[in-house]
């Protein structure tokens, strides 16, 4: 049996309703050198039978706990042996030339790991919610263009920083490259949320470059899996976890007044709402937030050793 060149992974934890609007969209694609795997995170709906049903051609994988989405990705992965790997959250539905044009650009970009798409609101289609992302000197992570209106004005295949990971192109060399330093593609220890910003860090000190493709385009029930107070919670403690695992120590040090300001209006903003779940959510992520740090502090000292390219490079390509 010929091994397809991609292997597209869905994460799914009670995510049958959104299987059922994606996985005909996968049907639907024009490229079709591809292998769908579904990872099951111990749903307690009838994902499995939906699966068997829509798809029985898709690899199943079933854990046994919820083990959160890295975790779920990450043993993905070690099954699969497609040159090219794409990841795709269960709650989107990609337009038909999707993969295509994924493909396409890591084709015309060798030196790339990655592709991102661009992803637009689910219930409002003419909506973005990422073109690429960035990542700022504040050490914030954002998506490009969220919220405006797509009149074309991010039309152009460019670099960008990073790849939403909800649906996103990898060549897997690169995911290889960045495993073999820190032990894993995604790190488990984010549980969800940030762990693409980290893998994309992680790529871009190794050297590697990431592509906007403006004709991928997939539509996306935003936190469909996992908002809420649950995004709150690990937003505010990841995006902590990735300043202290990933940004080298020059970038910290000449950034860290933005830094400091930014967090603390971050927690100035939470404290007037606390009343309202996703506030508490966010504070308890910034107060869990140090838990992380000496885990990330041995990660990081492995990640900094092994950058490859400039300190300089790196931060031309951060926003303010």
């Given at each position: 049996m010929t091994?397809?060149?991609?292997?597209?992974?869905?994460?799914?934890?009670n995510g049958r309703d959104h299987l059922a609007v994606c996985l005909p969209a996968l049907a639907r694609q024009t490229y079709r050198d591809f292998h769908v795997v579904v990872v099951d995170d111990a749903s307690t709906d009838d994902t499995v039978d939906l699966v068997r049903s829509l798809m029985p051609e898709?690899?199943?994988?079933?854990?046994?706990?919820n083990s959160g989405l890295a975790v779920a990705i990450n043993r993905a992965l070690a099954s699969t042996r497609g040159e090219l790997v794409a990841f795709l959250n269960n709650d989107t539905e990609p337009e038909p030339g999707w993969l295509a044009a994924l493909v396409a650009a890591l084709d015309r970009h060798p030196d790339a790991a990655a592709v991102a798409s661009k992803l637009r609101l689910f219930d409002r289609r003419d909506v973005l919610h990422s073109a690429g992302d960035t990542y700022s000197r504040r050490g914030v992570p954002n998506?490009?263009?969220v919220w405006e209106v797509d009149r074309g004005q991010y039309d152009r295949e460019e670099e960008v920083f990073s790849a939403?990971?909800?649906?996103?192109?990898?060549?897997r060399s690169a995911l290889e490259a960045v495993a073999a330093i820190d032990g894993h593609v995604l790190d488990p220890d984010f549980f969800m949320y940030c762990e693409d910003v980290d893998l994309s860090w992680r790529l871009r000190l190794l050297g590697?470059?990431?592509i906007f493709a403006p004709d991928a385009v997939v539509y996306h029930r935003l936190s469909a899996t996992g908002g809420g107070p649950l995004a709150s919670y690990y937003v505010a403690r990841n995006t902590l976890a990735v300043l202290v695992k990933d940004v080298p120590g020059p970038i910290l040090r000449r950034n860290l007044p933005r830094i400091a300001a930014q967090q603390t209006r971050l927690l100035l903003g939470t404290l007037p709402h606390l009343r309202e779940p996703a506030a508490r959510a966010r504070l308890r992520g910034l107060l869990a937030a140090p838990v992380l740090w000496p885990r990330m502090l041995t990660k990081r000292r492995r990640i900094q050793s092994a950058r490859r390219v400039p300190v300089d490079a790196i931060e031309r390509l951060l926003t303010d």
């Open positions: 091994t397809p060149r991609v292997d597209i992974i869905i994460p799914t934890y898709a690899t199943l994988l079933r854990l046994p706990r998506s490009r263009g939403c990971g909800g649906a996103a192109l990898y060549r590697y470059r990431i």
